[in-house]
């Protein structure tokens, strides 16, 4: 275990109390008998860096159990909706619900936005996806925004099993599911592809970030 994960598991508990914060970090560092230059070492912008390091674990957390979940005759739409599923299942309600407060603060707000995306290109990438192109980016912006609303409804549900959680995510994932079945007939039409001749060439050049540079 390395000294961030083990500075991690000791902040937890504070978190669910103290939110994502100095307090807790400060809880935390005396508990581990560590000074404050050593926290600052692990996690340099503070309460922040302690947030997306829970939020990334959560990501390592729910790839580990996508990669090894049996998906034998599940469609493509039913194993993107197991891979919200179980990153919803290994996160904690509290935890989360302090984070978004966090992360609706105006200087935080880009992190936010971007461990979501991490998250959905998390789902895509463990699953196989190959797409280099402009579907790379459009895949990862539109079940970021399924995961952001699935999100915010599992926070109030209370349901046994988060199962009205389960049956909204569905929802989501079938709209989706409508609008990718009519981009493909647009894709299909006579003007769209006179557009990809002449203007629509310039999407051509667009391509996914390189690995190293995505998260």
């Not at 560092?29 to 404050?36: C, F, V, Y």
């Not at 919200?84 to 290994?90: G, I, S």
């Not at 989501?172 to 990809?196: H, P, T, Y």
């Amino acid at each position: 275990m390395t000294d961030r994960d083990r500075f991690l598991d000791a902040v937890l508990p504070h978190v669910v109390f103290e939110g994502w914060s100095e307090a807790a970090m400060r809880a935390a560092a005396d508990e581990l008998e560590i000074g404050e230059e050593a926290v600052k070492a692990l996690f340099p912008r503070g309460p922040v860096d302690v947030a997306l390091a829970y939020h990334k674990r959560g990501d390592d957390e729910m790839a580990a159990r996508l990669r090894t979940a049996d998906m034998e005759g599940l469609r493509y739409r039913d194993r993107i909706a197991l891979g919200v599923r179980l990153r919803l299942e290994v996160a904690d309600r509290e935890l989360v619900r302090r984070g978004m407060a966090l992360f609706a603060l105006p200087q935080y707000a880009a992190l936010g936005s971007a461990a979501v995306w991490g998250t959905a290109d998390r789902i895509w990438s463990t699953l196989g996806d190959t797409s280099r192109d402009i579907n790379w980016y459009t895949k990862r912006a539109t079940l970021s925004a399924v995961y952001s609303a699935t999100v915010l409804f599992w926070l109030g549900d209370e349901s046994e099993g988060s199962a009205e959680s389960w049956a909204f995510l569905e929802r989501r994932i079938k709209d989706v599911m409508k609008i990718e079945q009519f981009k493909g007939r647009v894709r299909e039409s006579g003007l769209f592809q006179a557009f990809m001749r002449g203007p629509g060439r310039l999407l051509d050049g667009v391509r996914a970030p390189q690995e190293g540079s995505r998260r």
